[in-house]
Every structure is written in C-alpha cells, then in structure tokens.
C-alpha cells in the first residue's frame, strides 16, 4: 500500500512541476505567472527532496533568478545598442531552459547528470 502512495505522490509531484514549467512558458504573455512559479518552486521544494523532480526545480529555480538578473541587466543596457542584444539572448535563453526541462520532465529524467 505504501509503495501505491509514494507513485501517487511522484505523479502529482510530476503533475506540478508540468505545471510550473507552464507557468513560466505562460510568463512570456502575463509576466504574473513566473511570480506564481518561483513561490511555487520554494514553497513545494522539500516535497521532491531526493527526488529526480528535485533536480527540476533547481532548474527552474536558476533559470527565474538569472532570467531575472539578464532581464534588469539588459534593460538597464537597453539605453544603449548591446542591452536589446542581451534581451533577445535571455529571451532565448529562458525559452531554451523550458523547452529543455519540459523534454526531459516527459522522459522523467533529471536535468543533471552525474
């Protein structure tokens, strides 16, 4: 009985970190949602400890914070020439790192591989 409880758990566990990762895709029209996604990512992190979700949400962890960092940077650059290139990079670069987790997510394996 126990071992059904733990594959519920890991597939709602599964289901949210789906939905996390469409939180932030969902950040590129309504910028709320990747508010929502990152109190989600800490607030639910130490129930996919010891996990392969937890490398998941490490992932999406860094990519909010130096998507975010990148962003500031670049807008405060925008005033000259190089800040729209740096906007488009992380812009890139974000959409590269959901694409990339929501993949791996669907053949359920970790982002880091040791």
């Known amino acids: 009985m126990e071992a059904m409880a ?3 758990a890991e597939k709602s566990a ?6 996390i ?3 932030y895709a969902a950040s590129f029209l309504l910028g709320i949602t990747a508010i929502v996604a990152i109190v989600i990512n800490y607030v639910k992190k130490g129930d996919v400890a010891g996990t392969f979700l937890e ?3 490490r992932w999406q962890i860094r990519t909010f914070w ?6 500031v940077l670049g807008a405060i650059a925008s ?8 906007l488009l990079a992380n812009l890139v670069w ?3 790192r ?6 791996r997510l669907n053949d359920n394996r970790p982002m880091y591989e040791g």
């Open 6 to 8: 733990t594959t519920d």
């Open 14 to 19: 599964k289901t949210l970190t789906m939905v």
């Open 21 to 23: 990762y469409a939180l």
């Open 55 to 57: 490398s998941h949400f």
């Open 66 to 71: 130096f998507g975010l960092l990148w962003g």
């Open 79 to 86: 005033l000259v020439i190089v800040g729209w290139f740096v």
């Open 94 to 96: 974000i959409i590269y």
């Open 98 to 103: 959901i694409v990339k987790g929501w993949l």
